[in-house]
């Protein structure tokens, strides 16, 4: 038992590892282990034999390589897997306050993976399904980003938040994408949103059976444009586009003479995950 005991102790110590063995009584006898002659950084703690391993002195330094997961959109840094707050909404009536959501960001933030897909028209709760709470999820995702910052420190992978402008039979104009813009600035709580898209297509013509059919998507784009070249969006993009509109939303914007479209985030299976194309 005491050969045992040496040779594995010394095996571990060999291969410079940084764990901490625990041999309890499961592993040796305590009379065996007590003849076993240890160095200084083994230690006796709660009847069990404990080894604190060091890495070993090679005569040389190992240079660390950190991979990162990361992925660029415009000019943002980003996890190249973000985190959709669809379904976020208050668990309660009078505050905005969800602490299911303030664990969530404050490990996505610990994790550099704090990067947040959010809309003016998100949330999972009964205000959202009657079209009321509208701006909700940008503000729990505002909050807790601020609580998890102030209380942890920043990341060294900074908060990303996307958001969204939802479409609606009253905003009919530039100007309309443009007020979005603001008031999400406003819950957001930033001088410039990080990026800054439209929700989806006009394809929602409940009069296109009488002919009466009116799409506002380059009004839409009109507005987006108009967004970035005021300094209210640092990248704009696009979600739900096909082929066909993508392109001709990027021609639009090269015709502006400004920032093309950074980014068309669509819904690519059943479960609920998402893709970014860069540009």
Known sequence: M??????????LDSKGAALVLDAGRSH???NSCRKCERP???RRQNNSLQMVLREPDLGFTIKRKEISDTSTI??????????????????????????NVKELISTACNADAAFFDTAERYGGNMKAALGLGWGETEKLTKRYIDEAIRENGLPRLKPVVATKF?????????KSVVEACEQSIQRLGVDK?????LHMPDIVQPLSAFGLESTKDEI????????YERGLVSNVGVCNYGPTLDAM?????????????????????RTAQWFTRNS
């Open 2 to 11: 005491r050969l045992f005991c040496v040779f594995l102790l010394a095996l």
């Open 40 to 42: 200084s950084n083994y």
């Open 28 to 30: 040796f006898s305590s």
């Open 220 to 227: 839409y784009w009109d507005g987006l444009a108009e967004c």
């Open 74 to 99: 415009g000019t943002l840094k980003v996890p190249s897997v973000g985190i959709g707050t669809i379904s976020w909404s208050s668990s309660s009536l009078r505050k905005i306050e969800n602490e």
């Open 166 to 174: 939802t479409l609606s039979p009253w905003r009919t104009t530039a």
């Open 193 to 197: 949103i990080d990026l800054y898209q």
């Open 249 to 269: 939303s990027r021609s639009s914007c090269q015709t502006r003479n400004t920032s093309c479209f950074k980014s068309n985030r669509i819904f690519v299976n």
